[in-house]
């Protein structure tokens, strides 16, 4: 998904008042009665089609990222492929990749919405699309150990105004004046809507080269991150429907990923992936991959119910979750200087940062 962007957690998909971020969990008397009665209390979202509108923005994309509907959870599933790109060669396929995301969505007393969503991300051999636990760098000969995404939370406010970039526990700083959230929006064919939309960062590395010098690409994250949603205009449209199912292209570029123990060798990764709507949740997920994140815990098969954090990337985690890589006897890399940026302090020596 310029400056009314978010990132990869938004296709997949602070803490606002308790009685708000506890929707899913109690019923208040109205909701009650209708569910006694067996009718729907109706939900307030903007459906007249305004380009200009960031209220209609905000509620649309609320509807695409979400279901607005309390309590309920959305299931997001992303497959495709990730690639190695370095000067003067081919670009070249590396990993096939898939993964699932669980979003639920509170409304808050502005009108804004907060989701709360919990996403896991595994890498496929290519050629027998095994999830994989080693892979074998084809760059350096090394097998080593793979390290899936899981981001738990990645939580942020769709309001009327455009959202400020992702902290990333504070490696983000960049501020940026409030504006009103509207997105590039076109009509496609044969009744269909398309949305393209995006993020473009360079921040702060949490894994810094002089304590991670095997998994660090440097000082700086630079990341790119690009959406297209393809919907039904007659489904945005729909006051009944209070999520909009949609299918659409997430990309990204990015460092090298640090489990590839690749350093600061010039190059980076491209993301291609193509992502949707699974109405049925864990049914619908392949069953290996549900298997695996099960392992991992049962949480990554539900949404968060409760508003907590810091929302970190993948990168951050790494740092948080994993130890820095024994240096091989010969093996060194020259160290920049560090340019002038909010770096986490150096950690002792074999420590868990």
């Known amino acids: 998904m310029d400056d009314t962007k978010m990132t990869r957690r938004d296709a997949f998909g602070l803490a606002g008042v308790a009685a708000t971020a506890a929707a899913g969990a109690a019923l208040t008397p109205a909701t009650a009665q209708a569910a006694s009665t067996g009718r729907k209390k109706k939900i307030d979202f903007v459906t007249k089609i305004d380009f200009k509108d960031p209220k209609w923005t905000r509620d649309t994309y609320a509807r695409l990222d979400a279901d607005v509907e309390p309590g309920k959870e959305k299931c997001g599933w992303i497959r495709g492929k990730i690639f190695g ?8 396929p590396l990993m ?28 496929r051999d290519l050629e027998t699309n095994e999830i994989l636990k080693e892979w074998t760098n084809p760059y350096t000969g090394e097998r080593v150990k793979v390290v899936p995404i899981a981001n738990d939370p990645f939580n942020f406010t769709i309001s009327e105004f455009v959202p400020e ?69 007659a489904d945005v449209e729909n006051p009944n429907l209070t999520h909009i199912p949609h299918t659409g292209s997430w990309s990204r570029i990015t460092p090298w990923l640090p489990w590839m123990m690749m350093g600061q060798a010039p190059g980076h990764m491209s993301y291609f992936t193509h992502f949707s709507t699974i109405p049925n949740g864990i049914a619908g997920l ?6 695996a994140a ?23 985690n790494y740092s948080r979750e994993q130890k820095p890589s024994p240096i091989p006897n010969g093996w060194s890399v020259p160290q920049p200087p560090a340019p002038k940026g909010p770096f986490p302090p150096r950690p002792p020596l074999n420590s868990k940062p």
């Open 96 to 123: 096939n990749v898939e993964g699932f995301s669980f979003v639920r969505i509170n409304r808050l007393p502005d009108g804004s919405w907060r989701r709360l969503l919990r996403e896991v991300v595994f890498y």
């Open 85 to 92: 790109v370095r000067d003067n060669e081919a670009v070249r």
């Open 165 to 233: 970039p992702p902290s990333y526990g504070g490696m983000q700083v960049v501020k940026r004046e409030p504006k009103p959230f509207l997105q590039d929006w076109q009509w496609g064919p044969e009744g269909t809507m398309i949305l393209n939309t995006g993020i473009d960062m360079i921040y702060p590395n949490a894994l810094r080269p002089d304590v991670w010098p095997r998994e660090s690409s440097g000082w700086m994250n630079r990341v790119s991150e690009q959406f297209i949603y393809v919907v039904k205009k």
């Open 286 to 291: 392949p069953a290996d991959l549900v298997a």
């Open 294 to 316: 099960r392992a991992m815990d049962e949480k990554w098969l539900h949404a968060p119910e409760t508003d907590y954090g810091p929302s970190l990337s993948s990168l951050e």
